[in-house]
């Protein structure tokens, strides 16, 4: 059983869609004051219909189809309104470039923007919303630490889950005794269908036969793995309820998925390898312009199975950051004029496409970190090891998903939840994951985000 809905997605997949097609009709409408007659409304929606394929593709990449946190509904009326002027000036050079349909419609995309902004506020802010049950499955959570408090408190801030917490256990100062009277209300009580538990918890094993007695006597009854739960929720792997067993049993090599990223990677490190030597001659120039320093530089990283590698990059600073900080624990260095930009755009890193191609780093994976960072990080935080069971990669899920990279210094905290990302990823990594990752680096590239 799983608590979080996948189905809701396709809901907003189809909910999209009639409102492209709505809106499309009263663009029509007010462009010529009247109902669009069927002929008309066909001539456009032909067009229009391969239109909506790529306007849902921005969408996707835009993060529309992804879950809505709080923190992401508070930004969705901005998301919205950049994706839709996105799609419009896509419609724009699709009318221009493909001039066969005779149709070349400047009023009706400008007043498309006007009608579909709306309306897609409206579909999801105020009619999606309400269109999930409003009866909220009951259960209780019986967890340690903070990761458990912290699945806790997202469930209790945010109506949108189509469950509660009725009760939470913290198994970490409740007596043995109120766990296992936890348990039993579960058992017992018909309003009360599901029970979330840390099965590497101790106190778990006491109430496991009141659990599969349940299991037999209720007509509705899950038992779902905390861990699990919280990875369907926050797309991260809680570092305080996983021990070794979790990370040894879940995190492993695949060797067909390795033979084809293999292959990929090569091919696509290569094509835009190659295209990207376009740019070369005017980095170099703009370099040498700034400070007159060297264009490139070369850092010793650390690769799969901590074999060391080494990267190639456009120099953006005033020097070569090799790890080694002052006791502040931060770099000395400064990024230059020209680096600024480099960042922003991510031209910095285009050099590193030959490192793909090497098979030193791969398009997606961990971050590649300096020895002296690993060397921390592989002492003070607990399973940051398992990264190197795959290649490094240019991007990859945690950053993607996290905002706070400590870039050019040490910090354990951010490091520890860049590590929880990392390890989803390597316990879901394959090919369709690899894509929806490129296809989001896409968004922050154009977003500058996290530069």
């Given at each position: 059983?799983?608590?979080?809905?996948?189905?809701?997605?396709?809901v907003?997949?189809?909910?999209?869609?009639?409102?492209?097609?709505l809106?499309l009709w009263l663009?029509?409408?007010l462009?010529y004051?009247?109902?669009?007659?069927p002929?008309l409304?066909?001539?456009?929606?032909?067009?229009?219909?391969l239109?909506?394929?790529?306007?849902v593709l921005v969408?996707?990449?835009a993060?529309?189809?992804?879950?809505?946190?709080?923190?992401?509904?508070?930004?969705?009326?901005?998301?919205?309104?950049?994706?839709?002027?996105?799609?419009?000036?896509?419609a724009?050079?699709?009318f221009?470039?493909?001039?066969?349909f005779?149709?070349?419609?400047?009023t009706?995309?400008?007043l498309?923007?006007v009608v579909?902004?709306?309306?897609?506020?409206?579909?999801?802010?105020?009619?999606?919303p309400r269109l999930?049950?409003?009866?909220?499955?009951?259960g209780v959570?019986?967890a340690?630490?903070?990761?458990?408090a912290?699945?806790?408190?997202?469930v209790?801030?945010?109506?949108?889950?189509?469950?509660?917490?009725?009760y939470?256990v913290?198994?970490?100062?409740?007596?043995s005794h109120?766990?296992?009277?936890?348990?039993c209300?579960?058992?017992?009580?018909?309003?009360?269908?599901?029970?979330?538990?840390d099965?590497?918890?101790?106190a778990?094993?006491?109430?496991?036969?009141?659990?599969?007695d349940?299991?037999?006597?209720k007509q509705r009854?899950?038992?779902?793995?905390?861990?699990?739960?919280?990875?369907?929720?926050?797309?991260?792997?809680?570092l305080?309820?996983i021990?070794?067993?979790w990370?040894?049993?879940?995190?492993?090599?695949?060797r067909?998925?390795?033979?084809?990223?293999?292959i990929?990677?090569?091919?696509v490190?290569?094509?835009?390898?190659?295209?990207?030597?376009i740019?070369y001659?005017f980095?170099?120039?703009?370099?040498?312009?700034?400070?007159?320093?060297?264009?490139?530089i070369?850092?010793?990283?650390?690769g799969?199975y901590?074999k060391?590698?080494?990267i190639?990059?456009?120099r953006?600073?005033?020097?070569?950051?090799?790890?080694?900080y002052?006791?502040?624990g931060k770099?000395?260095l400064?990024i230059?004029?020209?680096?600024?930009?480099?960042r922003i755009?991510?031209?910095?890193?285009?050099?590193?496409l030959?490192?793909v191609?090497?098979?030193?780093?791969?398009l997606?994976?961990p971050?590649p970190?300096?020895?002296?960072?690993a060397?921390q990080?592989?002492?003070?935080i607990?399973?940051?090891?398992?990264r190197?069971?795959?290649n490094?990669g240019l991007?990859g899920?945690?950053q993607?998903?996290?905002d706070?990279?400590?870039?050019?210094?040490?910090?354990?905290?951010e490091?520890?939840?860049?590590l929880?990302?990392?390890?989803?990823?390597?316990?879901?990594?394959?090919?369709?994951?690899d894509?929806f990752?490129?296809?989001?680096?896409?968004?922050?590239?154009?977003?500058?985000?996290?530069?």
């Open positions: 059983m799983t608590l979080v809905p996948k189905r809701e997605y396709a907003l997949l189809v909910g999209d869609i009639v409102i492209f097609v809106a663009t029509l409408t462009r004051l009247s109902f669009p007659t002929e409304f066909r001539q456009h929606l032909v067009p229009f219909s239109l909506f394929v790529v306007w969408f996707f990449i993060g529309l189809y992804g879950r809505h946190s709080r923190l992401f509904r508070r930004k969705l009326m901005g998301t919205i309104l950049y994706t839709q002027a996105v799609n419009i000036m896509i724009a050079l699709f221009f470039l493909i001039p066969a005779g149709i070349a419609p400047k009706q995309l400008l498309y923007l579909s902004f709306p309306l897609i506020i409206v579909w999801r802010v105020y009619v999606f999930r049950t409003l009866r909220r499955m009951k959570l019986i340690a630490g903070a990761d458990g912290a699945l806790a408190h997202e209790a801030n945010d109506s949108r889950f189509p469950f509660s917490f009725d939470v913290d198994t970490a100062t409740a007596p109120e766990v296992i009277q936890q348990a209300r579960v058992a017992e009580k018909d309003d009360v269908s599901f029970l979330v538990v099965f590497f918890d101790q778990t094993s006491a109430v496991l036969p009141i659990m599969y349940a299991a037999f006597h009854f899950a038992l779902v793995d905390v861990i699990d739960l919280y990875q369907e929720m926050f797309d991260r792997v809680p305080s309820l021990r070794y067993e990370v040894l049993r879940h995190v492993s090599a695949g067909m998925y390795d033979a084809v990223k293999r990929f990677d090569t091919v490190g290569l094509i835009m390898g190659v295209i990207s030597l740019v001659p980095v170099a120039l703009a370099i040498r312009i700034d400070d007159g320093g060297e264009v490139f070369t850092q010793e990283r650390v799969r901590q060391p590698i080494h190639i990059k456009f953006t600073m005033s020097g070569n950051d090799n790890g080694v002052d006791v502040t770099t000395t400064k230059t004029r020209v680096g600024k930009w480099l755009l991510r031209i910095d890193e285009l050099p590193q030959w490192n191609v090497s098979g030193e780093l791969s997606v994976g971050r970190e300096l020895p002296a960072l060397a990080y592989s002492a003070r607990p399973y940051y090891n398992a190197y069971l795959v490094p991007t899920w945690a993607i998903r996290h706070r990279d400590p870039h050019h210094g040490a910090d354990i905290a490091t520890k939840t860049k929880s990302y990392d390890l989803y990823y390597l316990k879901r990594r394959s090919l369709l994951l894509l990752i490129m296809m989001q680096t896409v968004r922050i590239v154009f977003t500058a985000r996290g530069t």
